[in-house]
Structure formats: structure tokens, C-alpha cells
């Protein structure tokens, strides 16, 4: 089982600002995909975004375009998820995931994290 721990997570005001991490201690472990995806209590999980290797494609849901940048450090084994303008609406842990091909789809990834508390008060 690969290591995936998220940090960054925490309380925040609306319209604020929170970076996520997401550390991979596996050095030899470099999935072609990595993901974000959230849980809002009594919500099902949801896909966040998405990117490859080289950082040359990324997916997000449309809820979070234009106000969350998802980025890889593949030399540091290191995923990110800045997330700006932040609503209510945006609370719920997250999660950074691993996958074999770049997926909305939870069933793809098969490396999950332990997740991060986000809350963001209006």
C-alpha cells in the first residue's frame, strides 16, 4: 500500500484562501494520474480534479474551475490543490487519490489518502 497523506486542510473564511498537499513517500511510486476528490458530511463523494504525469492535462469539475489549480511536483513526490474564493459550499474532507489513467471517476483510483478537513464559514 503506497502512502498518500494530505495536509493543508483547516478553517477558512468565505472568499478565502487554503492550499492542500498531498505527500507520496513511495519515491519509486509515480502514477500517471492524481486526483482530488471531496466528502461533505451525509454527501457522497465527489470528484474534484484531476492530473497527469506532466501536469499537460487536468480535469476539474465545474464547480471549482476557475478558482482551484491543481499541480504536481513529481521530483518531490508532492500533489497540490490551491483553492481560492472558497465558499461555503467547498467544506468536507479531502482526499488525494492515484490512478492508472486520468478519471472523474472514483472507482479508477485505487491509492487513497486519509483526507484533510476543509471548512469554510460564511
Known amino acids: 500500500q503506497v502512502p498518500l497523506e494530505e495536509s493543508g486542510g483547516g478553517l477558512v473564511q468565505a472568499g478565502g484562501s487554503l492550499g492542500l498537499s498531498c505527500t507520496n513517500s513511495?519515491?519509486?511510486?509515480?502514477?500517471?494520474?492524481m486526483g482530488w476528490f471531496r466528502q461533505a458530511p451525509g454527501e457522497e463523494r465527489e470528484f474534484v480534479a484531476a492530473?497527469?504525469?506532466?501536469?499537460?492535462?487536468?480535469y476539474y469539475t465545474d464547480s471549482v474551475k476557475g478558482r482551484f489549480t491543481i499541480s504536481r511536483d513529481n521530483a518531490k513526490n508532492m500533489l497540490y490543490l490551491q483553492m481560492n474564493s472558497l465558499k461555503p459550499g467547498d467544506s468536507g474532507d479531502y482526499y488525494c487519490?492515484?490512478?492508472?489513467?486520468?478519471?472523474?471517476?472514483?472507482?479508477?483510483?485505487?491509492?487513497w489518502g486519509q483526507g484533510t478537513q476543509v471548512t469554510v464559514s460564511s
Open positions: 487519490a492515484a490512478s492508472n489513467v486520468l478519471s472523474r471517476s472514483g472507482t479508477d483510483y485505487y491509492y
Open positions: 492530473i497527469t504525469f506532466l501536469g499537460h492535462t487536468t
Open positions: 513511495e519515491p519509486t511510486f509515480k502514477p500517471y494520474a
